[in-house]
C-alpha cells in the first residue's frame, strides 16, 4: 500500500509520527519526504493494522495539518523489513 499525505506534514516530526505507529502495529516499509511538500509511505501487513494507521496519519502529530490523504493499494511490497525513515524523494 502506497500513502500519500498532503499538507503541513515536513518539519513538524510526522515522519517520525509514522514510524512510531507503524512499529507499535508491527507493519512493515517506509516513510519519507517528497520533494512537492507532501510525505508518503510504502507500507504492508494486516489490513485492520494498514487502517488503524491510516487512520493514524490522517490525524498526524499536533503540529500536521493533513490536507489531503491518497492510499493506493497497489500491492507492491515495501523494501525493506521493519520500518524506517527513508532518505527524500
Request: aromatic letters at 6%.
Amino acid at each position: 500500500m502506497l500513502i500519500v499525505v498532503e499538507g503541513r506534514v515536513q518539519g513538524v516530526g510526522y515522519r517520525e509520527f509514522v514510524r512510531r505507529a507503524a512499529l507499535r502495529l508491527q507493519l512493515s516499509g517506509w516513510v519519507r519526504n517528497r520533494w512537492d511538500g507532501a510525505v508518503e509511505a510504502r507500507v504492508s501487513g494486516a489490513a485492520l493494522d494498514l487502517d488503524a494507521l491510516v487512520d493514524a496519519m490522517r490525524a498526524g502529530p499536533s503540529m500536521a495539518q493533513v490536507r489531503a490523504l491518497k492510499v493506493v493499494e497497489d500491492g507492491d511490497p515495501p523494501e525493506s523489513g521493519g520500518f524506517v525513515i527513508a532518505s527524500s524523494a
